[in-house]
């Protein structure tokens, strides 16, 4: 599932397609026909990015919801001329600028203002936006008696993080991902906060998950395997120190840490 850099990249790319002019949206899958109906040949005046979700903004007052799930993806194609739909397609939106294809989905539904603000209030803060609480999700944290590998990937405490994040954040802070919350001090979770602020934010510059510091290695250029560009997330051995990397499931997915840089 993306990660919440990802949905922000999303946001901001295509922002200057879509916006601020008229959208044709249909359904070539036929399952959002209806939906699409009420939207189609409105402005389209903002998207909004909030943890793993989108938002789109319609002049009428009305509001996409997109969650991509595992399987959701986009498909762009730039210029006036729509290519064939390739698959099932479940939202089309198309401008004179471009074509974006939506497929695979877990949730792509229109609905209003009230129905957006329901799904944010179900979430934590969203690290990668200006008017995050950090506090909230530290105060959630605090409460906690469930590990903090398993808190950040719970979305009602902080919302955008996933398994590569909440690993290689604890890690960066020295963090067990088994400790429970109420066993983490407040510089420890400003910690985690900052980090992976900083994290994320990388991620929407690069497009894609870079954690490790540059100073400590040498990022080449183009494509990455999974684990080359992180310190323990899918490593056999710590980046820093060599240590065997181990793991642990938490929130149903494995946490992975090194024991020698994360004591317990």
């Not at 799930?69 to 986009?74: A, P, S």
């Amino acid at each position: 599932m993306p990660e919440g850099h990802t949905i922000h990249r999303i946001a901001k790319d295509h922002t200057p397609l879509l916006t601020g002019r008229p959208v044709s949206v249909s359904s070539p899958q036929g399952r959002f026909a209806s939906d699409a109906a009420l939207v189609d040949g409105v402005v389209l005046e903002r998207i909004e990015a909030y943890g793993k979700h989108l938002f789109y903004w319609y002049a009428n007052g009305l509001v996409g919801h997109v969650h991509l799930g595992l399987f959701g993806k986009f498909r762009v194609a730039r210029g006036a001329e729509s290519p064939e739909p390739v698959g099932m397609v479940r939202m089309r939106m198309v401008t004179e600028l471009g074509t974006v294809d939506l497929a695979g989905p877990t949730d792509c539904s229109i609905g209003t203002a009230d129905d957006r603000d329901a799904v944010v209030r179900r979430l934590g803060p969203d690290p990668l936006r200006r008017d995050a609480k950090p506090q909230l999700a530290m105060d959630r944290i605090r409460k906690s008696k469930q590990p903090i590998g398993q808190l950040l990937l719970d979305q009602k405490v902080l919302a955008g993080v996933g398994n590569v994040y909440r690993a290689e954040a604890l890690f960066v802070n020295g963090i067990h991902p088994t400790r429970p919350g109420t066993d983490l001090d407040d510089a420890e979770l400003h910690a985690i906060w900052t980090t992976t602020v900083s994290m994320l934010r990388q991620g929407v510059k690069d497009n894609r998950i870079i954690t490790v510091d540059r100073s400590e290695m040498r990022v080449k250029k183009g494509h990455h395997r999974r684990g080359e560009t992180t310190y323990v997330y899918h490593r056999d051995v710590c980046l820093r120190c060599g240590t065997p990397v181990q793991t642990v499931e938490l929130g149903g997915r494995a946490c992975y840490y090194c024991p020698t840089c994360q004591p317990h």
